[in-house]
T-cell receptor, first 114, second 117 residues
Framework: AQTVTQSQPEMSVQEAETVTLSCTYD???????LFWYKQPPSRQMILVIR??????QNATENRFSVNFQKAAKSFSLKISDSQLGDTAMYFC???????????FGGGTRVLVKP | GAVVSQHPSWVICKSGTSVKIECRSL??????MFWYRQFPKQSLMLMAT?????????EQGVEKDKFLINHASLTLSTLTVTSAHPEDSSFYIC?????????????FGPGTRLTVT
């Protein structure tokens, strides 16, 4: 079974600064997908970024980028130029390439301060 | 992006009654739908996976006779909480996925808050 661990329950960052969220996972699979989801106060889950394990290049989406270290089973999310709207819970998630179930980490609450 | 709706967004029911939550994919056909439960300040816990026309597959520890899931069409799945008790109070989230193989994004509904009194 896969496990996903987010070691930071809560983080705060000043507006316009950068924050990095950590995520580690445990799997025996070689092919899989990793995700970061955002859950704002509305509780609507929003996909932030996706990484395919077979790709060495780190995924980026505008101000969001990941540092994917496959050997270390680490998948951190960097939010650059933080905005007030980035305040939310962030969940790291794992999915086997041949499967369809998502396994979520415990979440990190991010508070962006003005 | 694709849209998934849930109805109702908030429901209050009395202990011992049953309540049905609907999950609809509005602009795509969902081969697979998922039901999650989320307690306050906690992560999402997968309850079950349903494929259209098939019986749902429940995760370990989830009572299938208590949480009835029906995926009768490619756009609708329902979760019925039977004989609800206060401990069933939670936030229930569905997601939907098109396709049966390879990678297809899961689209999440806005969630349903269930309060059992």
């Amino acid at each position: 079974a896969q496990t996903v661990t987010q070691s930071q329950p809560e983080m705060s960052v000043q507006e316009a600064e950068t924050v990095t969220l950590s995520c580690t996972y445990d799997t025996s699979e070689n092919n899989y997908y990793l995700f970061w989801y955002k859950q704002p106060p509305s509780r609507q889950m929003i996909l932030v970024i996706r990484q395919e394990a077979y790709k060495q290049q780190n995924a980026t989406e505008n101000r969001f980028s990941v540092n994917f270290q496959k050997a270390a089973k680490s998948f951190s999310l960097k939010i650059s130029d933080s905005q007030l709207g980035d305040t939310a819970m962030y969940f790291c998630a794992f999915q086997k390439a041949a499967g369809n179930k998502l396994t979520f980490g415990g979440g990190t609450r991010v508070l962006v301060k003005p | 992006g694709a849209v998934v709706s849930q109805h109702p967004s908030w429901v209050i029911c009395k202990s011992g009654t049953s309540v049905k939550i609907e999950c609809r994919s509005l602009d795509f056909q969902a081969t697979t739908m998922f039901w999650y439960r989320q307690f306050p300040k906690q992560s999402l816990m997968l309850m079950a996976t349903s494929n259209e026309g098939s019986k749902a597959t429940y995760e370990q520890g989830v009572e299938k006779d208590k949480f009835l899931i029906n995926h009768a069409s490619l756009t609708l799945s329902t979760l019925t909480v039977t004989s609800a008790h206060p401990e069933d109070s939670s936030f229930y989230i569905c997601s939907a996925r098109a396709g049966g193989s390879s990678y297809y994004e899961q689209y999440f509904g806005p969630g349903t808050r269930l309060t059992v009194t």
